[in-house]
């Protein structure tokens, strides 16, 4: 993939804000069910972080993704983006915010062009900016030979280059990136790690959740694990190793889900 420079929005942190790109204080989701998906999380991510969570599935991870974003409304706690708080203003909240989901939600009857047109007329950009910006990242990703082709006509690596390329078309501050190369080849796993540093290296936060942990080692400077709705650990790679007292963030996750018999360690021991 060819890379384009970003440009950073225009929107600024909140009056007072201490520059925090995400302050979530006490969130708590509860649903209709009964079910506590979120049980007092805690959690800051700092501006121009490239902060990793991760977590078995059902641990929480994609519910706090949808309190941050309006895709679903808290039952207690604090949710703030640059300050701004993610209920009572949702709008400027949700402006800074771009999200590339796990699941491929594409509309399969809209070309490349129009799925990044329609998403930058959702963010109130003049039609002008929605056509230079949607240029910019098509080419950025490769895409731009398919730019008049319906989504559905893509493979599954192009659809994770145009959810990426649509998450960053109103330029958000704040990336998140929920399994972005699930499924994929290495080839384009490898070129989205570029992309991904090189925009976060411009300044863009970046919250990555992922299931292959050589992708958090590479990617994040800090990491927390979360479980049973809660954040249990919080540190850098090897600070979370030494946590579990362990050797590698990979046996520290298996210390933490209870699979440590799982280690490499361990089947070396028994191979041999």
């Not at 098509?138 to 895409?143: C, D, Q, V, Y």
């Not at 958000?172 to 490898?190: C, H, K, N, Q, S």
Request: proline share 4%; charged share 25%.
């Amino acid at each position: 993939m060819a890379f384009e420079p970003q440009h950073r929005p225009a929107t600024p942190p909140a009056q007072g804000s201490d520059a925090a790109a995400l302050q979530i204080t006490g969130l708590v989701k509860e649903y209709p069910t009964g079910t506590r998906a979120l049980q007092g999380v805690d959690l800051r991510i700092a501006d121009g972080q490239f902060f990793g969570l991760l977590g078995p599935n059902g641990a929480g991870k994609s519910t706090l993704i949808h309190c941050t974003t309006g895709l679903a409304t808290p039952t207690s706690g604090s949710i703030a983006v640059f300050g701004h708080d993610a209920v009572a203003n949702y709008g400027q909240a949700r402006a800074a915010v771009g999200l590339a989901p796990q699941d491929l939600n594409l509309d399969h009857f809209l070309t490349l062009e129009e799925t990044l047109d329609f998403h930058g007329g959702y963010f109130g950009m003049r039609k002008k900016d929605r056509r230079e910006r949607a240029a910019e990242l098509l080419e950025a990703f490769s895409l731009t030979a398919k730019r008049h082709d319906r989504t559905r006509t893509l493979s599954g690596g192009m659809k994770r280059r145009l959810i990426l390329a649509r998450a960053l078309m109103h330029r958000p501050r704040f990336l998140i990136l929920d399994e972005p190369t699930a499924g994929v080849d290495v080839e384009l796993r490898l070129e989205l790690w570029h992309y991904v540093q090189r925009i976060n290296a411009e300044g863009t936060t970046i919250l990555l959740t992922t299931h292959y942990l050589e992708e958090a080692e590479q990617l994040c400077s800090r990491i927390a694990f979360i479980n049973h709705g809660q954040i249990v650990a919080e540190g850098t790679s090897a600070e979370l190793a030494a946590t579990y007292e362990v050797e590698t963030l990979e046996d520290a996750y298996l210390e933490l889900v209870g699979r440590k018999e799982l280690s490499r360690g361990m089947v070396s021991e028994v191979s041999s």
